[in-house]
């Protein structure tokens, strides 16, 4: 899992979050719906809450962090933010009703989509903590290296090439 190098950049949810979204579901209770189309605007209403979840902390992280280098006011981080998730709320939509067509023809999917989903949990994860971690401060990094040597845990790996790009190499 490659980490995004580009601190000036916002991410956006990809395809790890379609496994998961795709598994996602909000309870309507629709009275008078038929099985199958609650089950398919159940699933597209759960994408939609798990696109928008994850791309607005992915985007306000990432602002934060331009925020704090004086690269964008409060304003345009807000803008910023709500721009991305709506984009991405169409994405989930997208994704969301077709997956629940899918599940609903083929619901053996299941069981593919839940591993396929904890291996984009993963990813997304760490795309979080990178987001995260690039809104700190040199001397917040430093304390958290320093915690987390006391703890014993190494977080050289988890932020191998922060540095690297902030540098141009």
Do not use: C
Request: charged residues 15%; glycine residues 10%.
């Amino acid at each position: 899992m490659s980490r995004e190098r580009d601190p000036f950049r916002i991410p956006r949810a990809g395809v790890e979050a379609a496994p998961l979204a795709g598994l996602a579901s909000v309870d309507l209770r629709v009275p008078g719906s038929t099985a199958g189309s609650a089950f398919v605007a159940e699933s597209t209403l759960g994408a939609v809450a798990v696109y928008a979840l994850y791309q607005a902390l992915l985007s306000a992280l990432r602002a934060e962090a331009m925020v704090r280098r004086g690269e964008l006011s409060r304003q345009q981080q807000a803008q910023l933010v709500f721009s991305t998730v709506w984009s991405s709320v169409q994405q989930g939509a997208a994704v969301g009703l077709v997956l629940g067509v899918l599940l609903l023809v083929f619901p053996w999917l299941s069981l593919p989509l839940t591993v396929l989903g904890a291996v984009g949990a993963g990813k997304a994860s760490l795309d979080l903590f990178h987001a995260f971690w690039d809104g700190l401060t040199p001397s917040q990094q430093a304390d958290l290296h320093e915690a987390a040597h006391r703890a014993g845990v190494n977080l050289g790996r988890l932020v191998r090439g922060s540095r690297e790009a902030l540098l141009g190499s």
